[in-house]
């Protein structure tokens, strides 16, 4: 299973038990003075404490599966480009920006890196890289980067 569909079923199955826990903490709110910092204090105690913990272990576990894979198959570009996008979710830009490369190095079609790497330098404002990376993936079949940088009149 794809690092992001997991990620996505994990954020899914924690949220539900977020919105669990902010229902029975409203059922006792018998105090004042737990009222007073409302739903966002409730939200960000069970997010900080629960969810991203849960979230930073499971993230963890996957970079360990992929650093795993990438060393059994050096020579594949998909756990590299796996690898980035989670990097990319714990904010190390620079890391995935560098496996994304790779990526492209070993495979030089691979849609799905040049498609991250459009986004990376768009964010970036390196605009021209961002479009020659948007060129590339619409070449290889995704035609999703050269539709966000026109749709956002990004410069060539």
């Known amino acids: 299973m794809k690092p992001s ?4 079923q994990i954020r899914a199955s924690l949220q539900g038990m977020e919105r669990f826990a902010i229902s029975v903490s409203h059922t006792h ?5 737990r009222r007073r910092f409302g ?6 105690f069970w997010r900080k404490e629960v969810v991203e913990f ?3 272990r499971e993230t963890r576990a996957h970079i360990e ?4 894979w ?3 198959e050096p020579s594949n570009p998909q756990p590299y480009c796996n690898l980035s996008q989670l990097y990319r979710m714990e904010g190390k830009q620079d890391e995935a920006l560098g496996l994304l490369l ?10 799905g890196a040049h498609l991250a790497l459009a986004e990376i330098y768009a964010v970036r404002g390196d605009y021209p ?3 020659r990376h948007a060129r590339r993936a619409d070449h290889s079949g995704s035609p999703r980067a050269v539709e966000l940088l026109t749709r956002y009149a990004l410069p060539e």
Do not use: K, M, T
């Not at 709110?29 to 003075?33: D, I, K, T, V």
């Not at 739903?39 to 960000?44: K, L, Q, T, Y």
């Not at 790779?102 to 849609?111: I, P, W």
């Open 5 to 8: 569909v997991l990620y996505a």
């Open 29 to 33: 709110q018998s105090r004042p003075s």
């Open 39 to 44: 739903r966002i204090g409730r939200v960000s």
């Open 54 to 56: 849960a979230l930073d």
């Open 65 to 68: 599966e992929q650093r795993a």
């Open 70 to 72: 990438i060393d059994r």
């Open 102 to 111: 790779e990526a492209v190095r070993l495979d030089a079609g691979h849609a």
């Open 129 to 131: 890289a961002a479009w």
